[in-house]
């Protein structure tokens, strides 16, 4: 149980370095849905959306790290440190419409599928 304190405080790290950002776009308290994801995250003149974007895929992604065991194999690996998060978002937007029966399961769900079928572990 000594990770879900752990966490939460890197969450919260994240989150307070651009509060701001996040004051003013967020899912819909009733929808966390993968498609209201998309629809938040797929305009690239929205500046706040995609700052929520960005951060909500790290905070999911450092989730993963901070909930895998230790010895755990890892299953997500990002090699081309080079790839921007926008070059980033933009794959997972093109993935998303190829794979629609995702648009109703849980955002985060969603990125974890992501991340697992497009950064696989070598």
């Not at 230790?70 to 926008?86: L, Q, V």
């Not at 937007?93 to 109703?104: D, G, M, R, S």
């Amino acid at each position: 149980m000594k990770t879900l304190p752990a966490t939460f405080m890197l969450i919260a790290s994240i989150l307070s370095f651009a509060p701001s950002a996040f004051a003013q776009k967020d899912l819909p308290a009733d929808d966390a849905s993968t498609a209201a994801f998309v629809e938040l995250c797929k305009n690239p003149a929205d500046e706040q959306g995609r700052s929520f974007c960005f951060g909500f895929g790290e905070g999911v992604y450092q989730g993963y790290l901070a909930n895998r065991p230790s010895n755990a194999k890892p299953t997500i690996c990002f090699a081309d440190k080079n790839e921007t998060r926008n070059e980033v978002l933009q794959k997972y937007l093109v993935w998303t419409k190829a794979n629609p029966q995702f648009n109703k399961d849980k955002a985060a769900k969603t990125l974890m599928h992501f991340f697992t079928d497009n950064y696989p572990c070598k």
